[in-house]
């Protein structure tokens, strides 16, 4: 069902060739509302498992423009996680201390231990994004040896390694970007400024981004087309429909959690016998 969202180097990505407001998989709102919610049971005692196991650690990575409905779908899917083994971290413009390290310093603080679930509400991809957009290696210091030339594809590499070593050890890495049209985001803006109650969500500086809108997509479609990996692959969803784009989140979310196929620790014979010493001092304890 999500392979056709799906790209993980064999082919080549090019936005002008996607819908972003298709709902091939579950046309019925009713139906794929319903669909999410059982697929949320089966996460949630998946996560249980994966816990219990501690043997790998999962990261599910949010980009997309400015009111794709990032923060919904995340706030969707944290609803059915349990707190244990869950890590959220909101990436925003990097602070001084940040921008004096290497710009994935952040990000390593941020990975999952095994049998965490880590949320990325943006991520390492910024630094790319926008440096590529903003032209930021014109304005920020950098070593003389260091080719201007080089430096944006030097950093396509070393994200695609950095997912790879995570992937060495045992933490995984799925990127979604939440592909929004234009038009939709307009309408968005607008709700956020005329219902009182979303007044709050709109930001000029959202807005000033829109000037932008052509060289981040290109930005996107640059990324998603060099990162690409089996390891790590990149999830290109339709987001003009805010509830399809949830419920195929929720299907590769437990796509993924079933590919790692987490199970209970086995108990031991040893164990066992432990078990079996404890239950008769607590039923001594009891008088029972």
């Known amino acids: 069902m999500i392979k056709k969202y799906r790209y993980d180097g064999d082919r080549k990505f090019k936005l002008s060739k996607v819908e972003t407001d298709e709902t091939s998989l579950e046309p019925d709102r009713k139906k794929a509302e319903a669909k999410m919610q059982k697929n949320f049971e089966e996460i949630q005692e998946l996560q249980r498992k994966?816990?219990?196991?501690?043997?790998?650690?999962?990261?599910?990575?949010?980009?997309?423009?400015?009111?794709?409905?990032?923060?919904?779908t995340i706030s969707a899917v944290l609803s059915c996680l349990s707190p244990h083994g869950l890590y959220e971290a909101a990436f925003k413009a990097p602070s001084a201390e940040e921008m004096a390290h290497d710009y994935l310093w952040r990000v390593e603080y941020a990975v999952p231990m095994k049998g965490e679930i880590g949320i990325f509400n943006r991520s390492h991809y910024e630094e790319?994004?926008?440096?590529?957009?903003?032209?930021?290696?014109?304005?920020?210091?950098?070593?003389?040896?260091?080719?201007?030339?080089?430096?944006?594809?030097?950093?396509?590499?070393?994200?695609?390694?950095?997912?790879?070593?995570?992937?060495h050890n045992s933490i995984r890495t799925v990127k979604f970007f939440l592909n929004v049209s234009k038009k939709e985001q307009a309408r968005r803006f607008l709700s956020r400024i005329e219902e009182p109650e979303k007044n709050w969500k709109f930001s000029a500086s959202d807005y000033e981004e829109r000037k932008y809108w052509d060289a981040y997509q290109e930005a996107f479609e640059t990324a998603i087309n060099k990162t690409s990996t089996e390891e790590a692959p990149w999830y290109v969803i339709p987001a003009d429909h805010k509830w399809y784009m949830r419920?195929?989140?929720?299907?590769?979310?437990?796509?993924?959690?079933?590919?790692?196929?987490?199970?209970?620790?086995?108990?031991?014979?040893?164990?066992?016998?432990?078990f079996a010493r404890y239950r008769k001092e607590l039923e001594e304890e009891l008088g029972e």
């Open 128 to 167: 790319l994004l926008i440096y590529k957009v903003k032209k930021l290696w014109e304005t920020q210091a950098h070593a003389d040896r260091i080719s201007e030339k080089d430096l944006l594809n030097d950093r396509y590499k070393d994200i695609k390694n950095y997912e790879r070593y995570l992937w």
């Open 247 to 274: 419920y195929v989140v929720s299907e590769i979310i437990l796509h993924t959690l079933k590919e790692m196929n987490p199970k209970y620790p086995e108990v031991t014979k040893a164990r066992l016998e432990e």
């Open 50 to 72: 994966l816990y219990a196991e501690k043997k790998e650690g999962v990261i599910f990575l949010f980009q997309a423009m400015d009111a794709a409905g990032k923060d919904g």
